[in-house]
């Protein structure tokens, strides 16, 4: 799926918008077990609460394509006959109502989702999307985690008293999924679209329970093996002076992106980043390295996504003392040169120093000053 048909759907989760009748689910404790079955009808609801319903399932489809949202891909004999697509197939099908295909998939959840000591909400919901072009069926699933309040002082009418209580909130959700995608308007049963609140945690375990596929990798775990190729072909190579110039250009290609309206996902392949190294001044001998360990660390054609390898909005740069934090436009401003034998990172202070907040006076300005420690990172 593309950023417009996510958004398309992501519009439809309004009560006067959408044609979800029910709202079903369960919720779990810390034990993993049942204590409430929900099947409640949203049209007979107060409207608020119907509204924090929606928006909790809403959600499902929020955040960005390739961390936040991946595609769940089956094979062809998972779609002929497996049991993970029927009961997904079966859930779509009876629109939810199929009240023992919503406890075997409840059970499939639990035995397997790890969420550590909190209790949950999985929630479920049917809608059909009907357009000019054709009728698009579809559910959409939410595991919400419960959130324990402080324990306060309530008023209870039917003891006509004020007891210590501690209330429990149902929070944003922590993992869902569409079934099926929503390929080039259509339905596409051979995908799902996964969603993770944190891009490094995809729960893995609950992708290979009610999935059965391949778990895919996570933006984390993307831009661990991006450095590590790097470094491992560059080798003493990998100088800042090249890892500021790859910054750079993957920063470029995601802001033209973002202002093209492009709706696909940006995408290089290694070879595409094989040509960016040699324009960066990498040599033939170490970009095509870099290409084969690609090959090695994420699969032969894999493409790769830059918003999963780089932060755009930052360059940064580490040492054992300090950290130096500027924009990617000012990544420039930022220099590494050896100094009497000594490395240090070099940033120009310009006209506007401040300390702690304070306005300060460069000791020397003006006079040509040999190179203090206090005047730099100093990196060994």
């Avoid at 009808?41 to 929020?62: F, I, R, V």
């Avoid at 936040?68 to 859930?91: C, G, K, W, Y």
């Avoid at 099908?93 to 199929?98: A, C, P």
Wanted: with cysteine; net charge negative.
């Amino acid at each position: 799926m593309n950023q417009k048909e996510v958004s398309e759907l992501r519009r439809r989760w309004k009560p006067e918008k959408n044609a979800v009748s029910r709202i079903y689910g369960c919720f779990v404790n810390a034990a993993k077990e049942i204590v409430a079955d929900l099947d409640e009808s949203l049209g007979m609801m107060p409207e608020e609460e119907a509204e924090l319903y929606l928006s909790l399932l809403k959600k499902t489809l929020s955040g960005t394509l390739g961390k936040n949202l991946i595609d769940i891909v089956f094979s062809t004999q998972q779609v002929m006959d497996s049991p993970e697509h029927r009961l997904l197939t079966a859930l779509r099908s009876s629109e939810l109502k199929d009240g023992e295909a919503r406890r075997t998939f409840y059970q499939t959840v639990i035995d397997r989702l790890d969420m550590g000591e909190s209790s949950y909400l999985i929630l479920l919901a049917h809608d059909t999307y009907d357009f000019a072009e054709e009728v698009f069926p579809y559910f959409l699933c939410a595991v919400c985690p419960i959130k324990l309040g402080r324990p306060e002082l309530g008023y209870f009418p039917g003891d006509n008293e004020f007891h210590c209580a501690v209330s429990q909130s149902v929070a944003p959700p922590e993992l869902g999924f569409l079934f099926p995608a929503f390929d080039d308007r259509s339905a596409n049963l051979y995908n799902a679209l996964f969603y993770a609140k944190k891009p490094d945690e995809l729960h893995q375990e609950f992708i290979d329970a009610v999935f059965h596929t391949e778990p895919p990798m996570s933006a984390a775990e993307q831009k661990e093996l991006f450095e590590a190729a790097l470094s491992q072909a560059l080798e003493d190579d990998c100088s800042m002076e090249v890892i500021q110039a790859v910054h750079e250009r993957l920063a470029d290609r995601i802001a033209q992106h973002k202002e093209s309206r492009d709706p696909d996902p940006l995408a290089l392949t290694s070879g595409d980043m094989t040509g960016i190294l040699i324009d960066c001044g990498v040599s033939q001998e170490r970009a095509e390295e870099f290409r084969k360990q690609c090959g090695e660390q994420f699969g032969e054609g894999a493409v790769l996504s830059p918003a999963n390898l780089i932060d755009p909005g930052r360059f940064q740069v580490k040492t054992g003392q300090a950290t130096v934090s500027v924009t990617p436009e000012n990544s420039y401003l930022v220099e590494s040169r050896v100094i009497d034998g000594r490395k240090y990172i070099l940033i120009p202070a310009g006209e506007d120093v401040e300390v702690n907040g304070l306005s300060v006076r460069v000791a020397g300005e003006g006079e040509a000053q040999p190179l203090p420690e206090s005047a730099a990172t100093h990196l060994a």
